[in-house]
């Protein structure tokens, strides 16, 4: 029997389709979508930043020192609009009192009414300070170095404060009182030109009166590696511990000078350096001025 081409094609097409693979479409279960990742728990066991400040620490200490900075020191400010309320700035202060009061009032009474925080920079002396360093760093406290004012001024923006005249300062004895030191080699105009920000100065009337030095043993300086060793009136009216820690209740009162700009361009390798120290001696002059302006209307070292 034969069988024409015709008869055979649809068989022939027919087992090619039985041997084919089936291209129906199988339904696929989908997973369900996953939930949102959690946040990963912060590995840090404190808010402590890289200079060593902790934001918990510093409201603590202002919760503690704020009845002192009220109701002891009674500070009042005069010109706190000329701190810059966003940039770096670098606040340039006299120092006074055998044991500083003139920093905690300034930190405090900027944080408290600008809410922005500051660092105060200070001699490597208090960072090495068994326990007081620690309680320094943590309330803001920053080694005096000019790569540390430079990061904090010019890559993190940060209000930075400084004491130009040093040690020499707080170790005046209290017939030098508001006669102000020669501000160093003006290491402090260098790195705010460097950093491009403005130098704010502050003068402070109150903290030279708070604990005022009679007399220095120097002995005892040199023996403790100190940089003075104060005899104060503090202790004669409240016995030599007490009257260690325990600072009259002199009326502080703080005037906030205009910004001070340098017309440079900021990260120079270099800047002329007799521009730096007529800068600095203005600076100077500014504040002594002002001090001996504030000093004229002060009618009492206890009430202003």
Known sequence: MTTSIGDMAPRQQTKAADKAPSRALVPV???????????????????????????????????????????????????????????????VA??????????????????????????????????????LGTLWSRTGGVVAHPDNAYRLLRQQQRLVLVFPEGSKGPSKLVTERYKLRRFGRGGYVEIAMRAGVPVVPIAVVGAEESMPILLKVNALSKLLGAPYFPVTANMLAFGPVLGSFLYFPAKFKLKVLEPVHFDVEPDQPRYSRSRIMEESERIRQLIQEALYDMLKQRQSVWFG
């Open 94 to 131: 006299n120092h006074a009192a055998a044991i500083p009061s003139d920093a905690p009032v300034i930190m405090h009474g900027i944080e408290t009414e600008l809410e922005r925080p500051v660092y105060g920079l200070a001699d490597h002396f208090f960072k090495g300070a068994p326990v």
């Open 29 to 91: 279960e989908i997973p369900p979508l996953a939930d949102e990742p959690q946040a990963l728990a912060d590995p840090r066991r404190s808010d402590v930043d890289e200079w060593g400040r902790s934001e918990h620490m510093r409201e603590l200490a202002r919760r503690l020192y704020d009845p002192i900075y009220r109701h002891w020191f009674r500070a009042e400010w005069d010109g706190l609009e000329n701190i810059p309320v966003g940039g770096g700035a670098l606040l």
